[in-house]
């Protein structure tokens, strides 16, 4: 499909405005035009023949490269190649749209992964912070690893700004609510804890019973927006949204929203993420 | 297309720079209709409803397990977030080549192009036993690829709205909220669609020396016939 008529083959032919068109010259130089028209096309579908093998091949490349965490990886590399687009333009200053109550929708869905079996009361509930450059109090619980977890109980919670706002919950399968949560801003908590290697780039949270986890840019982690919320739709959270305290980051797909959080950990390295591993993009920013 | 006799030309028809953009956009295009339809799948609740009665749900089981399209979302997106670039890049590439060609003469619709798209309609119903004006595209392929052109972009934008709803929140309000530029995303594709199996039975009924022209960039003219505008 692609060739022009090449000069080494054909008469020098320039198509001038005013003049007779090609196809008038060529009829003068060229005293068969369905000869010339047969020579023409057979370069031509040679062409596009080969054009079509490369990109059927092209296709193939991609479908058939070794997975990177479920996905081809070369579609692996294309949602890393957005994430760097986005990432660059991202700004904690540029805010998700915020609606009236009247807009909330009624009934939220309830989806997710790692819902705890007993229910946890607020008065039972601790935050590990782990990796925080601030040491942990010296009667404090014993974390997993055998020394004092930096903790945060619901009275500490209390401290910080409560912060009211009424976003769109988007989900990666296409359906979206509106929902009105109340909580504070993980930015507070990150200023006041903040990592200890001055490199970490991520937040890496998990469930309290550590079925479901996250991986969350420092970025998007400081937008004002981003929530550790205790309430829904003006009500203590329920627990199969996650009560007692779950993320609510409008920035992100309803899958980086996560439920129940038990423990969040400063990381310089791409920590793990559930839905990451399983063939979807570890940024899923929107 | 050898008429007995008559005196045939070749006729320069469609610039090398169009038939790559064209070419190239016929299996992107396809690749986006498809991954579309896998992220689509995945909470695929449109339907038709008109006072309380359901006439069509998008898509009834069967398509999606003819297609095999269920159950596939991360591939799904991993595809068309992929494609999109190069549907972007090639459409916007195109309709600069249209501007800076002068080709956009040929296909943007003018003056003669309502009367002329009437006739062609007629025509093509078997209406009418006028012919159109041969010229390297009518009144009726005037309207019909502009209008593609139009679709294009439309897709790139209510595209854009869905895929950042909050980097560009403003682009998604303009475009109804982030479920009703879903819906067009959604409803510009079924009119793609539609316009590509238009195109194809046109194609074919205009037959070969149309056809390769798309190919070789040539057609094969009666000499008496004026050449194109």
């Known amino acids: 499909m692609s060739d022009e008529l090449t000069p080494s083959e054909q008469p020098m032919i320039e198509e001038e405005p005013g003049r007779a068109t090609i196809g008038e010259q060529l009829a003068e130089v060229e005293p068969n035009p369905e000869a010339e028209m047969k020579r023409i096309s057979r370069r031509s579908f040679i062409w596009a023949g080969m054009a079509t093998m490369a990109g059927l091949g092209f296709i193939r490349w991609i479908a058939t490269s070794p997975e990177t965490d479920g996905l081809p990886a070369v579609l692996r590399k294309g949602l890393q190649l957005n994430e760097s687009v986005w990432k660059g333009m991202y700004s904690t200053e ?107 780039e991520w937040i890496y949270m998990e469930t309290m019973e550590g079925d479901y986890y996250v991986a969350i840019d420092m970025k998007s982690a400081m937008h004002p927006q981003t929530l550790l919320a205790f309430e829904m739709n003006g009500q203590p959270l329920p627990h199969n949204h996650g009560g007692p305290l779950r993320l609510v980051i409008p920035s992100k797909y309803g899958i980086k929203n996560i439920k129940w959080v038990g423990v969040m950990r400063y990381t310089a390295e791409r920590p793990d993420d559930y839905w990451g591993e399983r063939g979807y993009d570890w940024y899923a920013g929107l | ?118 006739l062609v309609v007629l025509h093509d119903m078997f209406l009418t036993k006028k012919t159109p004006p041969r010229r390297k595209f009518n009144g009726a392929q005037q309207f019909a690829y502009t209008s593609i052109v139009l679709l294009g972009l439309m897709e790139l934008l209510t595209g854009v709205a869905i895929y950042k709803p909050m980097q560009f929140s403003r682009l998604t309000g303009l475009l109804g909220g982030y479920e009703f530029a879903r819906i067009l995303h959604f409803v510009f594709m079924l009119a793609f669609v539609a316009f590509f199996l238009v195109h194809v039975m046109q194609v074919v009924r205009a037959g070969w020396n149309n056809f390769r022209a798309m190919v070789t960039g040539f057609e094969l003219a009666p000499v008496e016939e004026t050449p194109n505008v």
């Not at chain 1, 404090?140 to 919950?169: C, H, W």
């Not at chain 2, 992107?28 to 749900?57: E, H, K, N, P």
């Not at chain 2, 979302?73 to 190069?86: D, P, R, S, T, V």
């Open chain 1, 94 to 200: 540029r805010l998700a749209p915020t609606y009236p109550d009247s807009e909330i929708t009624p009934n939220p869905k309830v989806n997710g992964i790692g819902i705890p079996e007993k229910e946890i009361s607020r008065d039972d509930y601790l935050l590990v912070i782990d990796g925080s450059s601030v040491a942990p109090k010296p009667d404090a619980q014993v974390g997993n690893d055998g020394r004092p977890a930096l903790t945060i109980d619901f009275d500490e919670l209390q401290t910080y700004s409560k912060t009211e706002m009424t976003t769109k919950f988007c989900c990666v399968e296409g359906w979206s609510q509106v929902i009105k949560w109340a909580g504070v801003p993980l930015a507070e908590i990150v200023m006041k804890y903040p990592p200890a290697d001055p490199k970490a």
């Open chain 2, 1 to 118: 297309m050898s008429g007995s006799g008559e005196k045939l030309r070749l006729e320069k028809k469609h610039p090398l720079a169009i038939r790559w953009f064209h070419w190239i956009n016929f299996p992107v295009m396809s690749i986006m209709v498809w991954s579309g339809l896998l992220i689509y799948w995945a909470t695929g609740y449109y339907s038709i409803t008109l006072g309380g009665r359901t006439y069509f749900t998008f898509f009834p089981t069967r398509f999606y397990e003819v297609f095999s399209l269920d159950k596939r979302l991360a591939e799904g997106m991993g595809w068309h977030f992929f494609f999109a670039w190069i549907f972007a890049i090639n459409g916007l590439l195109y309709v600069l080549f249209l501007l800076v060609s002068g080709e956009w003469r040929y296909l943007f619709p003018n003056r003669n192009s309502v009367k002329e798209a009437i």
